[in-house]
C-alpha cells in the first residue's frame, strides 16, 4: 500500500475519534448544567429527572472517549481487529440518538453536540465501508440494538406549561353574534374527572329562544390527558351518537390566515326515551399548542412528540352544541340546515376569540 494510500486509509478514523473526543467534552459541560423542570414538579420528580439526565451524560462522555480510543488505536497502529473497529461504531450510534432530541430545542450547546455526533456518525461510515461484510453485519445488528435500548430507557423532558392569556370563566364574554349565556360551574366531582386547568361552560340562548352550549378546556401542559370527549360524556349523559362526520371548516377571520380550514368532528346526540331533551348538534375539535385536529389519537401524538422542544406546549378541546327544535326537519347534519348554520356561525366567533385573546402566544400558533 503506498503512503498516499495509507494516509487516506488513517484520515477517516482520526477524524472519526477527533469528533468522539470533541462530543465527550460538549456532554460533560452538559453534565455541569441543572436539569430544568417546570413549576410544580414534586420533589421526588426533580430528583428522578436529574438522576437520568446525568445518567445519560455520563454514558455519553464515557461512549464518546471509548469509541475515540480504540478508533485511535487502529488508525495508529495501520492494522487492526476489524471487529474493534465495528464495536467503536456502538458509542458513535449512542451519541448520535442523544443528540437529536435535545438539539430541537435549539439551545447552541446541544445542536452544537448533535452537529459534531453527527460529523463522527458520517466519519465512522467511512471506517465502516472498509471492514468485511461479516464484521459490517455485527455492527450494524449492534448499532440497532444500542439504538432500541436508548429508546427504551430514554424520556423526552416535560413541556414548560403554557398558561392562558385570559381566564375563560372570568373573562370569555357573555354575548357571541346573537347569543347570550353564563359560564356555569361544574362540581368539585365533575372538575376532578375532567382534570382541566381551566374550562368554561357556558349555556348560550338565541333572540329567538333556541339553545346552544360552548365547553371549552385547557391544560396548560400537553401531556395532561385528554379531557373527556363529547362521545363519552353524553353518552354517560343519556344521549346516543347516531351520526358522527369529520369535516373541515373554515374560519373566515381566524388571526392571520383568513378562511384557515381546521379539522372538526360534526356529531349528531339523540336522546334516549327516558331523558327530556331535544337533540343536539355538536361541533368538536382539539388544539395542541397550534395545531388544530379531529383525532383524539392525533392529539395525543402531538402532545407527546412536540412537548420535548423545551418551548411547552398546551392542549385545549373545544364543543360547541345547538339543540335542535321541535319539528325541526331535515338532516340537521346537513351543510345548508339551520342548525349547522347556527353552529358554524359560532365556531366562527369562537375560534378567532380564543386565538387572539385566550391561547398563548407563540410562534406557530396558527397551527
Known amino acids: 500500500m503506498n503512503e498516499t494510500a495509507v494516509k487516506s486509509e488513517r484520515f477517516w478514523p482520526v477524524a472519526a475519534s477527533v469528533l468522539l473526543l470533541a462530543e465527550a467534552v460538549l456532554a460533560g ?61 456502538l458509542p458513535v450510534i449512542y451519541v ?19 452537529v459534531v455526533a453527527a460529523g463522527a456518525a458520517v466519519a465512522y461510515a467511512w471506517v465502516l465501508r472498509g471492514l468485511p461484510a461479516r464484521a459490517q453485519y455485527g455492527t450494524c445488528l449492534g448499532m440497532l440494538a444500542v439504538a432500541g ?7 423526552p423532558p416535560p413541556p414548560k406549561p403554557l398558561p392562558l392569556r385570559r381566564s375563560l370563566a372570568e373573562h370569555f ?28 361552560n357556558m349555556g348560550l340562548r338565541s333572540l329567538d329562544g333556541r339553545e346552544g352550549m360552548v365547553f371549552i378546556t385547557y391544560n396548560a401542559n400537553a401531556w395532561s390527558n385528554i379531557p373527556h370527549v363529547p362521545w363519552v360524556c353524553m353518552t354517560q349523559a343519556g344521549f346516543v351518537k347516531t351520526q358522527s362526520e369529520e369535516r373541515q371548516i373554515a374560519i373566515e377571520d381566524f388571526p ?25 348538534l355538536m361541533l368538536q375539535y382539539f388544539n395542541v399548542g397550534g395545531a388544530y385536529t379531529a383525532s383524539r389519537e392525533w392529539a395525543r401524538v402531538l402532545g407527546t412528540s412536540g412537548s420535548f422542544t423545551h418551548q411547552g406546549s398546551y392542549l385545549s378541546q373545544t364543543q360547541v352544541a345547538v339543540w335542535l327544535v321541535a319539528g325541526e326537519g331535515g338532516d340537521p347534519m346537513a351543510k345548508d340546515s339551520e342548525a349547522y348554520r347556527l353552529a358554524v356561525g359560532l365556531l366562527n366567533e369562537v375560534v378567532p376569540l380564543l386565538e387572539r385573546e385566550y391561547y398563548p402566544k407563540r410562534e406557530g400558533s396558527g397551527g
Not at 149 to 155: A, D, K, T, V
Request: proline share 7%.
Open 96 to 114: 448520535a440518538m442523544q443528540t437529536v432530541p435535545r438539539a430541537v430545542s435549539g439551545e447552541m450547546l446541544e445542536v452544537a453536540a448533535f
Open 149 to 155: 435500548l436508548f429508546f427504551h430507557l430514554w424520556e
Open 256 to 280: 392571520g390566515r383568513p378562511g384557515k380550514e381546521i379539522s372538526i368532528n360534526v356529531l349528531l346526540f339523540e336522546p334516549k326515551p327516558e331523558v327530556r331533551s331535544p337533540p343536539a
Open 173 to 200: 364574554p357573555r354575548r357571541l353574534a346573537g347569543w347570550s349565556g353564563e359560564h356555569q360551574a361544574l362540581d368539585k366531582n365533575q372538575e376532578a374527572v375532567l382534570g382541566a386547568d381551566e374550562y368554561l
Open 29 to 89: 459541560i452538559g453534565l455541569a448544567r441543572a436539569v430544568e423542570l417546570p413549576p410544580g414538579a414534586d420533589e421526588a420528580e426533580a430528583v428522578a429527572r436529574a438522576g437520568r439526565e446525568r445518567s445519560f451524560g455520563y454514558v455519553a462522555v464515557a461512549a464518546s472517549a471509548a469509541g475515540a480510543a480504540v478508533l485511535l488505536a487502529g488508525a495508529l497502529k495501520r492494522r487492526c481487529v476489524p471487529w474493534a473497529w465495528g464495536a467503536a461504531g
